[in-house]
């Protein structure tokens, strides 16, 4: 008996855009190529229907939570974030969308970092962002970690600073400065992994 396929990953944009079923393969479709746009799904039918609906919509969430009570789903207008990295410390980037959507709100990239620096910057921005748009949307993460350090004001990294780190010890320094002066008026929760699925802002590098 075949072994059953965990994850299949469709590449909408990269060098040649398809469903594959593993991340090696989906790497080399995407790395380099500027703008390209990928997600990770669980079976082969959820990646056909997503791939050819295209990637503005996040299907992976429609699939997961369809069949759940209305108590139990997420709430979908909100914001979700997620950070990756590669290596820990690594090149590390971290991105917000709109949670029923998946349209991306904002994306950056630093030399090096954590993913715990990720995600709790990650979770900042979108703070940041909302209150420059004046909304007031429930921000979702994965990270339990950087939940606690946003809300205690500070990013208690082991990491050393460097050269290499520079610009992301000093957007650090920004975030916590903001969040000193600006008091956290929307719901900050935690996404449920196991029973919705990867939280939509998710890489899809897993």
Not at 30 to 39: E, T
Not at 70 to 88: L, M, R, Y
Not at 94 to 113: I, N
Request: hydrophobic share 35%.
């Amino acid at each position: 008996m075949s072994k059953k396929k965990s994850k299949y990953y469709v590449v909408w944009a990269g060098f040649h855009p398809g469903i594959y079923d593993n991340w090696v393969e989906c790497e080399k479709q995407i790395k380099g190529f500027s703008g390209a746009k990928y997600k990770s799904f669980k079976t082969l039918e959820e990646a056909s229907l997503a791939f050819d609906k295209g990637p503005d919509h996040d299907w992976n969430l429609s699939f997961q939570i369809q069949h759940l009570p209305e108590s139990e789903k997420p709430i979908i207008n909100s914001i979700a974030v997620d950070a990756a990295c590669s290596g820990n410390p690594g090149v590390m980037e971290y991105r917000g969308v709109f949670t029923e959507t998946g349209t991306e709100l904002f994306r950056k990239k630093f030399p090096e970092g954590t993913n715990n620096i990720g995600e709790f910057l990650a979770i900042a921005h979108a703070l940041a962002w909302q209150k420059q748009k004046r909304l007031q949307l429930v921000i979702y993460s994965d990270s339990l970690l950087a939940l606690s350090w946003i809300k205690s004001g500070a990013a208690r990294t082991k990491l050393i600073p460097s050269e290499k780190n520079q610009t992301t010890f000093e957007v650090l320094k920004r975030a916590e400065k903001w969040l000193a002066s600006n008091p956290i008026e929307v719901p900050l929760l935690k996404w449920n992994t196991e029973k919705w699925g990867q939280i939509p802002a998710d890489f899809g590098r897993k």
